[in-house]
């Protein structure tokens, strides 16, 4: 014979044993399983016989897996963005390193000469070269690189703009490699580089922290390259 409370048990049974839904499989495994852990526990989540404790704990599942899809998303377009300007960043970078070295040899000479005004002179060129030099290095990489030598062609083309909108965008993409000239500026004057200009004229390889737009986890900048920066690729700017 049934017992009378068997039903009743085996619901409340059921309910106790209603899982959270495990996340740690999804970690890591991209975009597109992250989007079905959680398309998978908003369906559990709109269940009215869920037990407390479970939903608690997939609210909380539901929250970390949110923020770990908004950070693949945020790290896979940064990837993108990277490629997409590598050769302009390389590029950039070489030649800046150049500038900078030829900056610093001017100013050893001058140096010799003890003027004061030229050795004032040739310190604020090799300041310039050095804020160059970083700039090129800490950009963001997520972001659309903007190009500290841009091509006289693309001025003149931007400067017979009559469309307000490609005006404006000009005028952003100036005020945010100012922005970020400052920024570098900064580092550079509490001496909170990630690296030495040293590091960088030798080629050593340079890792920092990239957590302007991201929760957590860094990302690896754009090292110098163990070449003479003085080879025939920087007449790509000629």
């Given at each position: 014979?049934?017992?009378?409370?068997?039903n009743?048990?085996?619901?409340?049974?059921?309910?106790?044993?209603?899982?959270?839904?495990?996340?740690?499989?999804?970690?890591?495994?991209?975009?597109?399983?992250?989007?079905?852990?959680?398309?998978?526990?908003?369906?559990?989540?709109?269940?009215?016989?869920?037990?407390?404790?479970?939903?608690?704990?997939?609210?909380?599942?539901?929250?970390?897996?949110?923020?770990?899809?908004?950070n693949?998303?945020?790290?896979?377009?940064?990837k993108?963005?990277?490629k997409?300007?590598?050769?302009?960043r390389?590029?950039?970078?070489k030649?800046?390193?150049?500038?900078?070295?030829?900056?610093?040899?001017?100013?050893?000479?001058?140096?010799?000469?003890?003027?004061?005004?030229?050795?004032k002179k040739?310190?604020?060129?090799?300041?310039?070269?050095?804020?160059?030099?970083?700039?090129?290095?800490?950009?963001?990489?997520?972001?659309?690189?903007?190009?500290?030598?841009?091509?006289?062609?693309?001025?003149?083309?931007?400067?017979?703009l009559?469309?307000?909108?490609?005006?404006?965008?000009?005028?952003?993409?100036?005020?945010?490699?100012r922005?970020?000239?400052?920024?570098?500026?900064?580092?550079?004057d509490?001496?909170?580089?990630?690296?030495?200009?040293a590091?960088?004229?030798?080629?050593?390889?340079?890792?920092?922290?990239?957590?302007?737009h991201?929760?957590?986890?860094?990302g690896?900048?754009?090292?110098p390259?163990?070449?003479?920066?003085?080879?025939?690729?920087?007449d790509?700017?000629?």
């Open positions: 014979m049934a017992h009378p409370n068997h009743h048990n085996s619901k409340n049974h059921s309910q106790r044993r209603a899982p959270a839904i495990e996340v740690a499989g999804v970690l890591g495994g991209g975009a597109a399983k992250l989007k079905k852990k959680i398309r998978d526990i908003g369906r559990l989540l709109k269940k009215d016989t869920l037990p407390a404790h479970v939903r608690v704990d997939n609210e909380r599942a539901l929250k970390a897996l949110q923020v770990e899809l908004q693949t998303e945020r790290d896979l377009k940064a993108n963005t990277a997409k300007y590598h050769m302009v390389f590029f950039e970078r030649k800046a390193i150049r500038k900078l070295k030829q900056a610093m040899k001017a100013y050893d000479e001058v140096a010799k000469t003890e003027v004061r005004k030229d050795i040739a310190r604020k060129v090799v300041r310039h070269s050095e804020v160059d030099v970083a700039y090129v290095v800490l950009f963001p990489k997520e972001e659309k690189y903007i190009s500290l030598y841009p091509n006289a062609k693309e001025n003149e083309d931007k400067s017979t009559n469309n307000a909108k490609a005006k404006r965008g000009t005028q952003l993409t100036e005020q945010r490699r922005e970020f000239r400052k920024e570098v500026e900064t580092l550079i509490e001496d909170k580089l990630p690296f030495t200009f590091d960088v004229l030798s080629g050593k390889a340079i890792r920092v922290e990239q957590t302007r991201r929760s957590n986890g860094g690896e900048i754009d090292a390259e163990q070449e003479d920066a003085d080879n025939g690729e920087d790509f700017f000629e």
